[in-house]
């Protein structure tokens, strides 16, 4: 158990809908990553918060969108779902949020849009 | 940009034989490097990580990794695979504060 925590484990909805993913990073940990775990993409950065405020993005699309609250859990928010959304979203959390350092990740979520 | 490779997309090994788990980066400044492993369903746990220093680092499970610059490898290693080990391992290299992964290795243990 790495001390990070996601829900919901499985997530079923329809193309055109929207949902929101949600993480608790590991207990003093400041930032926290989200990435995404397709078969075509393979494992893909999304985006990082840091106690509050947006440190980096990657390769996250418009629809997709992210906040990390007062009490660091962040969530992640993914609308106008299309087949091709269906995934694992990992959320990791990590110490630090500038140099580069080991990240915990969560059990994930596994999104399927039908 | 910074890559990282796995060439190799299946291993199978029998139990109690040895392991090795190939990595090659491509990072022009001095890499900070992982292997993450993934069993079916779970989500990724940390095996080692090389940030600087002795180039062979010790991880939990019975791993180990070199760190070869020369080479701009990082490959993972057991002497001994358990049928436990059967998973899919992944191989990462720190950009900024993202990690960059590889493709994933997946291993198939035989009893």
């Known amino acids: 158990d790495s001390g990070v925590t996601q829900t919901p484990k499985h997530l079923i909805t329809a193309t055109g809908q929207r949902v929101t993913l949600r993480c608790s990073p590991r207990s003093g940990d400041l930032s926290v990553y989200w990435y995404q775990q397709s078969l075509d993409q393979g494992l893909q950065f999304l985006i990082q918060?840091?106690?509050?405020?947006?440190?980096a993005k990657g390769n996250i699309l418009e629809r997709f969108s992210a906040q990390q609250f007062p009490d660091l859990h962040s969530e992640l928010n993914l609308s106008s779902l299309e087949l091709g959304d269906s995934a694992l979203y990992f959320c990791a959390s990590s110490v630090a949020g500038r140099k580069p350092n080991e990240q915990f990740f969560g059990p994930g979520t596994r999104l399927t849009v039908l | 940009a910074q890559s990282v490779t796995q060439p190799d997309i299946h291993i199978t090994v029998s139990e109690g034989a040895s392991l090795e788990l190939r990595c090659n980066y491509s990072y022009g400044a001095t890499p900070y490097l992982f292997w993450y492993v993934q069993s079916p369903g779970q989500g990724l746990q940390l095996l080692l990580k090389y940030f600087s220093g002795d180039t062979l680092v010790q991880g939990i499970k019975g791993f180990e990794a070199e760190f070869k610059r020369s080479q701009s490898s990082f490959n993972l290693r057991k002497p001994s695979v358990h049928w436990s080990d059967a998973a899919e391992y992944f191989c990462?290299?720190?950009?900024?504060?993202?990690?960059?992964f590889g493709a994933g290795t997946i291993l198939r243990v035989k009893s």
């Open positions: 918060y840091y106690n509050g405020e947006e440190r």
């Open positions: 990462a290299v720190a950009r900024g504060n993202k990690l960059v």
